[in-house]
Antibody, heavy 118, light 110 residues
Framework: EVQLVESGGGLVQPGGSLRLSCAAS????????MHWVRQGTGKSLEWVSV???????YYPGSVEGRFTISRENGKNSLYLQVNSLRAGDTAVYYC????????????WGQGTTVTVSS | QSVLTQPPSVSGAPGQRVTISCTGS?????????VHWYQQLPGTAPRLLIY???NRPSGVPERFSGSKSGTSASLAITGLQAEDEADYYC??????????FGTGTKVTVL
């Protein structure tokens, strides 16, 4: 079964950091682009990063310089280092898969919750 | 920020047909980029419902269909069922903003 399982979320103070993880199984992880997408409570979805099969990374302006996406193909794992967290970063963070070069998210994890509050 | 606009809510009785619009611009849908649709049941993660404007992944019922024209796209649910009550999001690519999602539409089955 194709599966993505996130972990690492939690409560963090403004300015703090977290490292989110996503464990992939059931497919050839190294052959897919991988993303992080977040959703604030009652809000729409927001794409926050992508890492391609060659390791190239891209971010929207709202998180560039604060978030770092990485992957470890030998461990079938995706990561998101989130620094300088703000209240507006509070959300459920999903990892999602895309066929290489495609813009569609065909498989999603169940999400991990990040809460930024003092 | 959502650059694709959807109606906040639509509703219909069981068996009826409902449609959800997704309005973009010349930098995303109008530039020829494909539109994809996701269904999010309450308390769950999104799942891919329609890809590349009109294609259904394996396991998605035939009552879901998609179309695209100009700077807009639409999702239709024909023969609405109680289990279709969920939030629906369109998604595309924007030449300025990369991957972008719609504002989301809540479908209520009366």
């Amino acid at each position: 079964e194709v599966q993505l399982v996130e972990s690492g979320g939690g409560l963090v103070q403004p300015g703090g950091s977290l490292r989110l993880s996503c464990a992939a199984s059931g497919f050839t992880f190294s052959s897919y682009d991988m993303h992080w997408v977040r959703q604030g409570t009652g809000k729409s979805l927001e794409w926050v990063s992508v890492i391609g099969i060659a390791g190239d990374t891209y971010y929207p302006g709202s998180v560039e310089g604060r978030f770092t996406i990485s992957r470890e193909n030998g461990k079938n794992s995706l990561y998101l280092q989130v620094n300088s967290l703000r209240a507006g970063d509070t959300a459920v963070y999903y990892c999602a898969r895309s066929p290489s070069g495609s813009y569609v998210f065909d498989i999603w994890g169940q999400g991990t919750t990040v809460t930024v509050s003092s | 920020q959502s650059v694709l606009t959807q109606p906040p809510s639509v509703s219909g009785a069981p068996g009826q047909r409902v449609t959800i619009s997704c309005t973009g611009s010349s930098s995303n849908i109008g530039a020829g980029y494909d539109v994809h649709w996701y269904q999010q049941l309450p308390g769950t993660a999104p799942r891919l419902l329609i890809y590349d404007n009109r294609n259904r992944p394996s396991g998605v019922p035939e009552r879901f269909s998609g179309s695209k024209s100009g700077t807009s796209a639409s999702l239709a649910i024909t023969g609405l069922q109680a289990e279709d009550e969920a939030d629906y999001y369109c998604q595309s690519y924007d030449s300025n903003l990369s991957r972008v999602f719609g504002t989301g539409t809540k479908v209520t089955v009366l």
